[in-house]
């Protein structure tokens, strides 16, 4: 199983991106998933996921701010990241979990947020 996570960059304060993160050698539909970042001299931590039946969970810093989202017909797990801060830099690594637990891992694209 092989993940590729792009939509990375520098954005201002207040400012969108959308990362993209596409599966390849899985069936992608049985997976759960989520997004993790790790920010300058931080633990990585967990962003948001989703359960291969739909269902979201988000950590309260990124609430009403971002979205998380799957096509299973693409292969790909999203992100949308709105009303960006500062606070929100870090690099973003995307995540499959197989039903039997055993996990994968993007190498990470990353998000400056500065003026």
């Known amino acids: 199983v092989q993940l590729q996570a792009s939509g990375g960059g520098l954005v201002q304060p207040g400012g969108s991106l959308r990362l993209s993160c596409v599966a390849s050698g899985t069936i992608f539909s049985i997976n759960a998933m989520a997004w993790y970042r790790q920010g300058p001299g931080k633990q990585r931590e967990l962003v948001a996921d989703?359960?291969?039946?739909?269902?979201?969970n988000y950590a309260d810093s990124v609430k009403g701010r971002f979205t998380i989202s799957r096509d299973n017909a693409m292969n790909t797990m999203y992100l949308q990241m709105n009303s960006l801060k500062a606070e929100d830099t870090a690099v973003y690594y995307c995540?499959?979990?197989?039903?039997?637990?055993?996990?994968?891992w993007g190498k990470g694209t990353l998000v400056t947020v500065s003026s």
């Open positions: 989703m359960t291969r039946g739909g269902r979201s």
């Open positions: 995540q499959l979990l197989r039903p039997d637990g055993i996990d994968y």
